[in-house]
């Protein structure tokens, strides 16, 4: 363990802990942009800056490791000064157009420049261009308010493997870009978007659907078991959008179907009540094979283009259901039948499931759809 002062507080922490980290132990609060607890340190918007008593020179606090006996001021006169400084000259090179952007009021940029009260650019001069042409349908990309903090670079690279994007160029030209500056092509799982800390990269989806004032519903996505906690931004019983808390189980984490593919919700297809297949409408020559009582069986398990479903009860349902079973396991045994579970059931759904076929139906015909 390693015992150290900050802002006259002493605490001990473990070899290897940045005074960021210790810092946040003490819950004392030090600016930052380019920050993120799952994401290795990067050190490039320098708003962390720390004193070190007997170093000449503030140093970045997220790369700068504990040390036996250090002492650590986190804010003085001079390191605001320095931090507003920087910020300022960040802003410089910052569109004003918070009225219209889709991150303000979520925005870590804005909330430091209100915190600082920098209310004009001090600093005037050339600004950097950007080029303005996805076309694909999830991720917005305003790379004219991108402040090179290097988050979605490294969460592309470390949290998903892809490096679908990277630092470009040297310098006053340096930007964030995929290969050959072309247009975003990746898994699209939106991790960049969840990392950025201002408006540079949002979901076009959410585009003016509203900023804040949301309900926020906490659930569990429902597209396979892994079981991903989401949170849902309702507003007028509609779903805007949605994110994940980072002290979840999947730490904040989405896959593009958790973050993106929520538009099912509101479908006119979608399903509400359960179905019951009727007879077919049409009855031609073509349809007697599908229609003969030789193949009865395979008619009621085949959907067929003609076939009219009517919506019923649960109870209807599930009574059908049974003794539909029960008449194809009397007639041509269990093993007539198969069971196919899916990924979207948690594990006691799943096994309640192969016990049923196993226990109840008697045949050991059954799949999962993630199998493979």
């Known amino acids: 363990m390693v015992t150290l002062k900050i802002d006259g507080r002493k605490i001990s922490v473990r070899k290897l802990t940045t005074i960021l980290d210790a810092a946040h132990k003490l819950d004392i609060p030090i600016p930052t942009l380019c920050h993120h607890p799952e994401i290795s340190p990067f050190g490039g918007c320098r708003l962390c800056i720390v004193e070190v008593k007997g170093m000449p020179k503030p140093v970045a606090a997220c790369t700068t490791f504990v040390q036996q006996g250090m002492t650590v001021t986190t804010s003085s006169p001079y390191l605001e000064k320095l931090r507003k400084t920087t910020l300022e000259l960040l802003l410089s090179d910052h569109p004003s157009d918070c009225m219209f ?89 939106g991790q960049c978007v969840a990392v950025c800390p201002t408006g540079a990269l949002t979901g076009k989806m959410w585009a003016r659907r509203g900023r804040q004032n949301f309900r926020e519903v906490d659930t569990v996505c429902p597209y396979c078991g892994c079981g991903c906690n989401i949170t849902l931004f309702v507003r007028r019983n509609e779903v805007i959008r949605i994110s994940s808390k980072e002290n979840t189980i999947n730490k904040g984490w989405l896959c593009a179907k958790g973050r993106f593919g929520y538009e099912f919700i509101k479908s006119p297809d979608r399903l509400k009540k359960p179905l019951i297949r009727i007879e077919p409408k049409d009855r031609s020559a073509n349809d007697s094979a599908f229609c003969s009582p030789q193949s009865k069986f395979t008619s009621s398990l085949v959907p067929h283009p003609t076939s009219l479903f009517k919506e019923v009860e649960w109870d209807e349902a599930l009574d059908y259901i049974a003794s539909r079973l029960k008449e194809i396991k009397d007639k041509y045994g269990p093993d007539a039948i198969a069971g196919l579970s899916s990924a979207r059931c948690t594990s006691e759904e799943n096994y309640l499931f192969q016990k049923f076929m196993r226990a109840v139906i008697g045949t050991n015909n059954i799949d999962h759809c993630a199998r493979y």
């Open 101 to 189: 952007c889709e991150r303000a009021g979520d925005c870590k940029l804005q909330e430091l420049a209100y915190f600082y009260g920098v209310r004009e650019k001090r600093f005037a001069g050339e600004k950097r261009p950007s080029i303005k042409k996805d076309e694909n349908p999830f991720i917005e990309r305003a790379m004219d308010k991108c402040i090179l903090c290097g988050l979605c670079v490294q969460v592309c690279d470390e949290i998903e493997g892809v490096n679908a994007i990277d630092f470009a160029y040297k310098g006053f030209k340096t930007r964030v870009c995929a290969s050959y500056e072309k247009d975003l092509n990746c898994e699209f799982c």
